[in-house]
């Protein structure tokens, strides 16, 4: 790599906002520096997002110091996810590659949970689920989804609200000091469509004060493998030429494929 990007810290700046919050990155850029660094940031809660989120600033790299910074405006009281490109110009166009590799295998990024000044004395901020891995069935388990949040605060406890095409299913908990925590849901049934939320609670020594839920976050189901060898490697059975045949002389590996 010609450069090095390094993300050294990333604030909020006061004053604190209802809705609109001012970040504030520092990064520093050493080496054979890129023209330019656009700054992404995506917002996990919104619905539609996707890849690396919207162009917030572009900071030129004309100095000699290798000490940078980006102030920027995003919504209060989200999770972001903040990304660092470093991006190089043949006259006024940006390329696609440096050095041979596509532009967005130099990103680097971090996160951070905005607050907001709209929150009434002593209400506790609800957790963002920010990421959602839905996995199809194996040999050994059924389909299912991982939920994964972070919140502002750490808490004792976490409920995980999920519905099933609209129905609602037995509510999940986690019982974990800590400001994020993941959570599996399953079996999912193939090409359902799933909905979840999660609260954080604190103990008060003789109950729970839990926040508000979290922003619903949707996914669909995938359906079931139904190539035996992509099965089998997520299964993580290896077999050789041989192996395999022989699996597929039974009567039927349509039930051991969690297709019938």
């Known amino acids: 790599m010609p450069f090095s990007l390094e993300i050294t810290s990333v604030t909020q700046v006061a004053p604190i906002s209802a809705t609109v919050a001012t970040v504030l990155i520092q990064f520093v850029v050493t080496g054979i520096r890129p023209d330019l660094v656009q700054v992404y940031a995506y917002n996990a809660a919104a619905s539609g997002a996707g890849g690396l989120g919207e162009v917030v600033d572009t900071v030129d790299l004309n100095m000699t110091d290798p000490a940078y910074s980006s102030s920027f405006q995003v919504q209060a009281g989200t999770y972001y996810t903040i990304a660092l490109c470093p991006r190089t110009k043949t006259g006024d166009d940006l390329d696609d590659e440096i050095e041979g590799q596509y532009w967005e295998s130099y990103c680097v990024s971090t996160s951070i949970v905005t607050e907001s000044s709209d929150q009434p004395q002593g209400k506790l901020p609800a957790p963002i689920i920010n990421s959602l891995s839905a996995k199809p069935a194996t040999a050994s388990q059924g389909g299912q989804i991982t939920v994964s949040w972070s919140s502002s605060m750490t808490y004792n406890k976490f409920l995980i ?85 022989s699996v597929m002389a039974t009567q039927s590996v349509r039930p051991f494929m969690k297709l019938a």
């Open 161 to 245: 609200w999920w519905t099933e095409n609209g129905q609602a299913l037995q509510q999940g908990e986690l019982d974990v000091q800590s400001a994020s925590g993941s959570w599996t849901a399953g079996p999912t049934t193939p090409g359902a469509t799933y909905t979840f939320s999660v609260k954080g609670g604190l103990y008060g020594g003789f109950q729970y004060n839990y926040s508000d839920w979290g922003p619903n976050v949707k996914a669909v189901a995938p359906q079931n493998l139904n190539a035996l060898k992509q099965f089998l490697q997520l299964s993580g059975i290896r077999l050789n030429g041989q192996g395999v045949r």
